[in-house]
T-cell receptor, first 115, second 114 residues
Framework: GAGVSQSPSNKVTEKGKDVELRCDPI?????LYWYRQRLGQGLEFLIY????????KSGLPSDRFSAERTGESVSTLTIQRTQQEDSAVYLC?????????????FGPGTRLLVL | AQTVTQSQPEMSVQEAETVTLSCTYD???????LFWYKQPPSRQMILVIR??????QNATENRFSVNFQKAAKSFSLKISDSQLGDAAMYFC???????????FGKGTLLTVNP
């Protein structure tokens, strides 16, 4: 079946502009995660959605970052007033259930460059 | 808080030989999972192997196997008969207890020489 998809693949923006990143999880997966990967670093957790429950936003680095998810489908990560330090690869993952035992399946990521 | 440490920023191996990537972690949880993910230049994170802490037997997946030492909090990945396609960044990751999100190490860049 289809895996996790993300769009756009690459995004170049100017400092101060807003950007919106999209994630389509695997069909039927109730849990969805966003991670950020800075150059040469591991992945940092940003936000987590589980079904219709309130999301866990504990990893969002500032109030410029927000995310939404409609039911168990598409999610969008929005970064307002982008800064150069926001440049990174943003990865989305989904899993069948919201437990630590589940394997997370990743999309190809969106590479964001803020000039 | 849980932490994952990969002490080898880079490793290299000759094609057909064996290489071991190291990972240590810190946690106070009694049950948890450990994962190795591979990230080739395409950026796609691919699950290589996973291990449940309660299982004493080390996980194996074809040429990939782990050496899980729970008391030492060590979780190394062994790649046998290395192939050119194994060249990638490898990340060790942890999830456990109430920590459903993955905590990652900084990665090890593996080069496979022909």
């Amino acid at each position: 079946g289809a895996g996790v998809s993300q769009s756009p693949s690459n995004k170049v923006t100017e400092k101060g502009k807003d950007v919106e990143l999209r994630c389509d999880p695997i069909s039927g997966h109730t849990a969805l995660y966003w991670y950020r990967q800075r150059l040469g670093q591991g992945l940092e957790f940003l936000i987590y959605f589980q079904g219709n429950s309130a999301p866990d936003k504990s990893g969002l680095p500032s109030d410029r970052f927000s995310a939404e998810r409609t039911g168990e489908s598409v999610s969008t990560l929005t970064i307002q007033r982008t800064q150069q330090e926001d440049s990174a690869v943003y990865l989305c993952a989904s899993s069948p259930l919201w437990t630590y035992q589940e394997t997370q399946y990743f999309g190809p990521g969106t590479r964001l460059l803020v000039l | 808080a849980q932490t994952v440490t990969q002490s080898q920023p880079e490793m290299s191996v000759q094609e057909a030989e064996t290489v071991t990537l190291s990972c240590t972690y810190d946690t106070s949880e009694s049950d948890y999972y450990l994962f190795w993910y591979k990230q080739p230049p395409s950026r796609q994170m691919i699950l290589v192997i996973r291990q449940e802490a309660y299982k004493q037997q080390n996980a194996t997946e074809n040429r990939f196997s782990v050496n899980f030492q729970k008391a030492a909090k060590s979780f190394s990945l062994k790649i046998s008969d290395s192939q050119l396609g194994d060249a990638a960044m490898y990340f060790c990751a942890y999830s456990g207890g109430s920590n459903y999100k993955l905590t990652f190490g900084k990665g090890t860049l593996l080069t496979v020489n022909p």
